[in-house]
């Protein structure tokens, strides 16, 4: 292939990037618009040329029949020993290219939509230079050759995810939220470059293709060390997740996700459903076959996605705010994905055989990508109409927003997983896994799919037909410019689970046929049905049932409705413990032991000086009148000393 499509696919963001930064200033909204559009645009264009190039080129089928994995170049940056060198460059494998198409497809729709979102708003160029920052940090973190280059874009990613969020820069929440994301990632990804700096010592290489190509290999080279009961190489994949659980919000690293709907409705779109967060999946995707050769830590994703997937399904059932509602859900959903390549884990017969958990990972990340992109877009599509985040002030809308109604529907009904929608077909594949897995988890993630129906149709039914508010001004479909995006991911949406997609996106270079389970399908279909019904039961039009549930379990929604306190317990740790405990101690003992210890040397050194002072006064009588008494001193004790 060509080095020149891929280059431009990074390059152009780039340059919209720097351009819109230095001489956005001096453009109309307009024009930067039109040119953040048409930049992301034309990387559309070319990122679809290259994905579908590599699916269906005859030049990317090796002689053993299957598709190649392709480094189409790669520039040494840094090179620390012969073999541990740092590269940039771009990878091919069928789930870069998938991300190429599922990244720029859905920053098109963003940058389209926020033309008639953002219109007028103070700050529009800068906003959509920062969109384009980040369209070229996800870009480059997953055609990246080695995990140092993922690393380096992945913390590209967290600083425009900072400036994103932070966008509304005068308002104290927005400033705070994107602190708040900058912060919690930044301690996951200290885990992630000490585990890249363990990992890469004993291997001696940050090379994706080295260590995938025979992970057997990776395991022989830590020589069996072993650390605190546990070996090297379980330590080093555990703290390469501990980033991944940063960026996907897994718990309990989560707490950064819901204040970051702080962000302009668009960028929770683009980052908080369809892209960042998927980056924590797209990395142990990625060294997959690295996490196959070690049970106990994949075991632990399997843990840690399971108890967050639960968890924030159970607290969306409690929110007001439709972002925050759909914030939890993105949340359970990468968990879902994130279970799903636990479940296909090394020693675990046929799952493992078959790739069925990898390969429904990421069918339900390229499926959830555009569903839960609809959502979002089609939460500030309401937004705009109502001027208010709380479903408290909606009801009844869909007699106002047609297209917005049957929109969110069909993003409902998907994520729920109902047939023909494309949510069914991925997520009948993670259930498909879990139950293969094991009986408990599969029941378990039934219960989180069932969690999700409600939740969603429970928001469904308040937002479009709960009793009408009184309106200021009555509410009406978006502008053009943001109905086409929403139009375009229902479609997608409703078409996606049909895509041959085992046949391009392969396991172990080997193609997957996406297939129905029938006994888990038919199960997993009654319970969100049945889920749904009752949603509609309680929600569908004012009535006293919500009321009484939550009268029925006051704490239960107490703690859901506080998403069970994770906020009060860190701002505990660290204001009461840390700051209050430890920090003020430490602080009184620097600035009255340490300090005044140095201060009182620093005062008698200056009192003794002021003492001593006079006797350099310049006059030479007086040096004499010193000398002479001096020497009849010295006389007088040698003297003494004598005798």
């Not at 002479?628 to 000393?641: N, Q, R």
Request: aromatic residues 14%; contains cysteine.
């Amino acid at each position: 292939m060509e080095s020149t499509l891929p280059i431009l696919i990074l390059a152009i963001p780039l340059t919209m990037f720097l351009l819109l930064g230095i001489a956005g200033c001096k453009m109309s909204h307009k024009l930067a618009g039109f040119l953040g559009i048409a930049g992301m645009g034309t990387t559309l264009v070319l990122s679809y040329i290259t994905a579908l190039t590599y699916f269906f080129g005859p030049e990317f089928i090796g002689a053993d029949g299957l598709r190649e994995q392709v480094t189409v170049f790669n520039w040494e940056w840094l090179a620390f020993t012969e073999n541990l060198v740092i590269s940039l460059g771009f990878f091919l494998d069928p789930i870069s290219a998938m991300m190429l198409i599922v990244i720029t497809t859905i920053s098109f729709m963003v940058h389209l939509y926020s033309l008639g979102y953002m219109e007028g708003e103070r700050g529009f160029q800068r906003y959509y230079a920062f969109l384009s920052l980040f369209s070229f940090s996800m870009l480059g973190l997953v055609v990246a050759t080695n995990i140092f280059q993922m690393y380096i874009f992945w913390e590209l990613v967290g600083a425009s995810s900072y400036l994103l969020i932070g966008f509304y820069y005068r308002l104290h929440s927005a400033v705070s939220a994107s602190k708040k994301a900058f912060i919690v990632t930044r301690f996951a990804d200290l885990g992630f470059l000490i585990g890249i700096l363990v990992l890469s010592y004993y291997t001696q290489t940050f090379d994706f293709v080295k260590m995938t190509s025979d992970p057997s290999w990776v395991l022989a080279s830590t020589g069996g060390a072993t650390f605190m009961g546990a070996s090297v190489l379980t330590w080093a994949l555990v703290l390469i997740f501990t980033g991944g659980m940063g960026k996907s919000a897994m718990m309990p690293l989560h707490i950064w996700l819901p204040d970051a709907m702080e962000g302009p409705t668009p960028v929770s779109a683009l980052i908080h459903a369809a892209t960042m967060v998927v980056a924590g999946v797209f990395l142990v995707a990625r060294m997959f076959p690295v996490y196959m050769m070690e049970g106990s830590a994949t075991m632990i994703i399997v843990v840690v996605g399971a108890v967050t997937a639960f968890y924030a399904a159970m607290v969306a059932c409690a929110q007001i705010d439709i972002k925050r509602i759909l914030a939890f859900s993105t949340i359970s959903q990468i968990a879902f994905m994130m279970v799903s390549l636990g479940v296909a884990s090394e020693g675990h017969g046929e799952v493992a055989h078959h790739g069925l958990g990898y390969m429904a990972s990421m069918f339900h990340l390229f499926t959830h990508a555009m569903f839960k992109a609809l959502l979002f877009l089609g939460a500030g599509a309401l937004i705009h109409a109502v001027h208010s985040n709380n479903y408290t002030a909606m009801g009844g809308l869909r007699k106002y927003m047609p297209i917005t109604h049957w929109t969110f529907l069909i993003g409902c009904l998907a994520i729920a997983g109902i047939p023909p929608f494309s949510g069914f077909f991925s997520k009948d594949e993670i259930l498909a896994a879990c139950y293969a897995w094991s009986p408990f988890i599969g029941v378990w993630m039934s219960m989180v799919a069932a969690l999700t129906a409600f939740y969603m149709f429970r928001m469904y039914y308040l937002v479009f037909w709960w009793n009408e508010p009184h309106y200021h001004h009555t509410p009406h479909d978006a502008p053009l410019s943001m109905n086409i995006p929403l139009l375009f991911l229902a479609a997608v949406s409703c078409v996606a689970g049909f895509i041959p997609f085992g046949h391009f996106v392969t396991w172990n270079r080997m193609p997957y046929d996406i297939h129905i389970e029938l006994p888990v399908a038919i199960s997993s279909v009654v319970v969100a049905l049945v889920a749904i019904a009752l949603a509609r039961h309680m929600y569908i039009k004012e009535n006293p049932l919500p009321a009484k549930m939550k009268a029925a379990l006051p704490r239960l929604w107490d703690w859901c409705h506080h998403r069970f306190y994770w906020d009060e317990l860190y701002m505990f740790i660290t204001h009461r413990i840390i700051f209050n405990g430890i920090c003020r101690p430490l602080a009184w003992f620097d600035r009255h032991i340490i300090d005044g210890t140095m201060d009182s040397f620093a005062t008698v050194t200056n009192k003794a000086s002021e003492a001593i002072r006079p006797l350099q006064s310049g006059q030479v009588q007086m040096y004499v009148w010193y000398y002479l008494i001096g020497a009849l001193l010295l006389a007088g004790v040698t003297a003494v000393c004598v005798l």
